[in-house]
């Protein structure tokens, strides 16, 4: 394998702020410092369990490979070799053979770079979250399901959708990640949903983040997050003595097919596509040494259908203000672009439901501003527009399935895995999924959620412009 292009060298992963010392190939050896802080305190705070340390060490895996994936420039869309140097408390069970193979498989799933790892023997003592002592045990029902928290409008969607099917259940919530906003909006959303379910759910944020970055160019793509919030999101349900981790997501954006030839694949999102869920539970059943399984109930929904549970509370539209899905978020009020493919798919399962989005958004302000739309504003909903065309001319084929199929060839390859890892029978896959699809374009008949962005001929979306679906 190539020499690294980027070295990553983490001292012991602290409550305070611990150094990395970031070299880059092209810098010949010189090295910059930053440092990189990992906040698990409400997983003891919260549940009233001391984090062991082999799962300390999976936090600490997940926090580097998030940091790396950040600080790690890639050009020209091109890949690139990361090696990542961190101290665990147990570096033995992560050097095992098929560990470090499956995880620098995933990684390279995941991101297209390449990735190696050397795992050293920690030094200090662990986190405060580690060595708390609890006197009484928790009064906290003890969940029955575990389920990422983005905040986002199909968290919440699905969220209540399962609690509603099952008031009996106790619902654990993981947040992570290492934006201020989004674990503010991550709390928003819980606080909305607690207060018409009390007692129902515990939200725990495990937020991390890096400082003294400014002299380091970085990466916006950040196409390890859906390892990097699994990984998180399986320590938390193995602490409460769970297999099994949940999330919320549409089948539109977990499958997150591309819109359009223009698309570059290293663009494209993989975060809880069903093949990554399938790579990601293999991985964790063997780091963990037990079976581990990451189950999305609503693989084959559309955000509509998501969102249609929704409409039975009278808040509904509260529920919907308290979460945020804009891929390409303003810093100025309001947040939410509006033209970005996420936000997009939002209206337009709003739309469909025959309800006025709430929302304020970017571009529906700027229709009553002084500042002209520019052409660009449409590329999401051109290649959205695109890709719609496309499943239609398929649907209407002789033979649908084999039309989806070869124009999107990632189609064959989940009900192949589906069948092989999960039992399903691929004839029902294939059914669910061409339904799926057949529902998404009828959706798309009566709702258009880009009224009033310009659709100039030509502007086709630019290279390099990440299209997420989530």
Known sequence: MRQPDYTYHFDDLEDAYSPVRCIASASKGVADTCFVRVDDSQVAARLQRCLPGHLADCVDLAVAVAVADRLSLRRNDSSCHIQIILPLRYPERFKAFGVIQQLESVLYWYTHDHWSFEFLPRERIGRLAERQLFLFSSDIELPRETALWSGGLDSLAGLYSRISCSRAKHFLL?????????????????????????GDTTLVQIPYGIRETKELQKHSLQRSRGFVFLLIGAVCAVLQGFSSLALYENGIGAMNLPYCDAEVGLDHSLSVHPLSLLRMEEF???????????????????????CQALLTSQNWEQLVLATFTCDRPHRDHPQQCGYCSSCLLRRQALAALKVEDPTQYVITTL??????????????????????????TCLQASDPWEALSTNFTSLAAIVDELHAAKGMVQNLVIEQLTGLYTRYVQEWEYASPGEGIEMSEGNRPRRGVALKGD
């Open 284 to 306: 964790i059943s063997q780091l963990l040494g037990t079976t581990f399984t990451l189950h999305n109930p609503f693989l084959f929904q559309t955000k509509a259908e998501m």
């Open 367 to 392: 229709l009553s501003s002084e500042r002209t739309i520019r052409p660009s504003d449409g590329d999401y909903l051109r290649a959205m527009h695109a890709q719609i065309e496309t499943f239609r």
């Open 174 to 198: 993981v947040g992570t990640g290492m934006n201020t906003q989004m674990f503010h909006t991550q709390r928003q959303a819980a606080h909305e949903i607690a207060s018409l379910f009390p």
